[in-house]
């Protein structure tokens, strides 16, 4: 993925974790779209066009990460993700990845 061109919506209720990520992620080059919840991302799906979508697992409204990411790929069904979570993994689902840095963001986003 080519950084200084990709497009990655951060999705995370937290707002300073949020802001973090997104500063982390732009100071890498990359373009950077911010939402709080799950349904807020979608709104931004549909407006534009993503490379990446990096989200928190437990997000409010009623929609966790993983929702997330099936509905946002009915529309976009290249669009990557990368799961991040500030818990250890939930129970059978083994794809997330623990709470993340600028190393482990890179590395992530390299494998998506």
């Known amino acids: 993925m080519t950084l200084r061109h990709a497009q990655v919506l951060v999705v995370e209720d937290d707002v300073q974790i949020r802001e973090l990520v997104a500063d982390a992620l732009a100071g ?8 709080p919840d ?15 979508l990096v989200t928190d697992i437990r997000l409010p409204g009623g929609r966790d990460g993983f929702d997330l990411v ?18 250890a993994a939930p129970p059978g689902r083994t794809e997330a990845v623990p709470p993340a840095r600028t190393a482990r963001l890179r590395l992530g986003i390299a494998a998506a």
Do not use: C
């Open 28 to 35: 890498e080059g990359f373009r950077v779209a911010t939402a």
């Open 70 to 87: 099936r509905s946002a790929r009915a529309n976009e069904p290249a669009l990557k993700s990368l799961f991040i979570s500030g818990d």
């Open 38 to 52: 799950a349904d807020t991302a979608l709104n931004e799906i549909e407006r534009r066009h993503f490379d990446l």
